[in-house]
Nanobody, 129 residues
Framework: QLQLVESGGGLVQPGGSLRLSCAAS???????????IGWFRQAPGKEREEVAY???????DYADSVKGRFTISRDSAADTVYVQMNNLTPEDTAVYYC????????????????????WGQGTQVTVSS
């Protein structure tokens, strides 16, 4: 049973924007507000790669490929994490996944998929004219 649910994907033209959301599913036994959240993406024929990260206290980090274009944020009241994606390019086309670790510790590497025990089903983002 998936613990997270992503939404907000779709088809957008180059230069456009999308906002992805990550929320806890009905089966989740933890709060996103107290968890480290990572966003990853996987394009066809490529390995999954890190995109963005937000810690339980609001620290953020990004992959170099999205710095300055993507912004990760948290809405504690809604227990939801967002990633605002601007100036999208065809290279951003992928299935985007959010992942959570309620027990993230300072020595963990947010860029590794194995850091996160809980995942969503993914949402497709297609950037094309």
């Amino acid at each position: 049973q998936l613990q997270l649910v992503e939404s907000g994907g779709g088809l957008v033209q180059p230069g456009g924007s999308l906002r992805l959301s990550c929320a806890a599913s009905d089966f989740a036994k933890f709060s996103l507000d107290y968890s480290a959240i990572g966003w990853f993406r996987q394009a066809p024929g490529k390995e999954r790669e890190e995109v963005a990260y937000i810690s339980s206290v609001g620290n953020t980090d990004y992959a170099d490929s999205v710095k300055g274009r993507f912004t990760i944020s948290r809405d504690s009241a809604a227990d939801t994490v967002y990633v605002q994606m601007n100036n999208l390019t065809p290279e951003d086309t992928a299935v985007y996944y959010c992942a959570a670790n309620p027990n993230f510790w300072a020595g963990s590497n947010w860029r590794l998929s194995s850091t996160y025990p809980y995942w969503g089903q993914g949402t497709q983002v297609t950037v094309s004219s």
